[in-house]
């Protein structure tokens, strides 16, 4: 995964859900999307644990972690606002 840069960046990010049965939903939506690899500059990997998915990112450069952070807080922003919509109905 070296492009040149002296370094690499790592992060894991997790997103918490109040039960077992959102955070399943949550993983199965993200799944298409998730297995679809748009850059050879950084790898994100995912793992469902009970009540969350926790998120595995490692990057060669900034400008792909901020990409892969940024993919991520877009799915999340979505399931948010498909949780918000199922409460008020």
Same mark, same amino acid.
């Given at each position: 995964?070296?492009? %040149?840069?002296?370094?690499?960046?790592?992060?894991?990010?997790?997103?918490?859900?109040?039960? #077992?049965? +959102?955070?399943?939903? #949550?993983?199965? =939506?993200?799944?298409?999307? @998730?297995?679809?690899?748009?850059?050879?500059? =950084?790898?994100?990997? +995912?793992?469902?644990?009970?009540? #969350?998915?926790?998120?595995?990112?490692?990057?060669?450069?900034?400008?792909? @972690?901020?990409? #892969?952070?940024?993919?991520?807080?877009? @799915? %999340?922003?979505?399931?948010? %606002?498909?949780?918000?919509?199922?409460?008020?109905s």
């Amino acid at each position: 995964m070296n492009n %040149g840069n002296s370094y690499k960046i790592k992060a894991i990010l997790e997103i918490q859900f109040k039960n #077992s049965n +959102l955070c399943d939903i #949550s993983y199965n =939506s993200f799944l298409p999307e @998730f297995n679809v690899q748009k850059s050879k500059r =950084s790898i994100i990997s +995912l793992q469902k644990e009970e009540k #969350s998915l926790v998120f595995q990112i490692e990057s060669n450069d900034i400008t792909a @972690f901020r990409a #892969s952070i940024n993919e991520i807080i877009s @799915f %999340g922003r979505t399931i948010d %606002g498909v949780l918000k919509i199922v409460e008020k109905s």
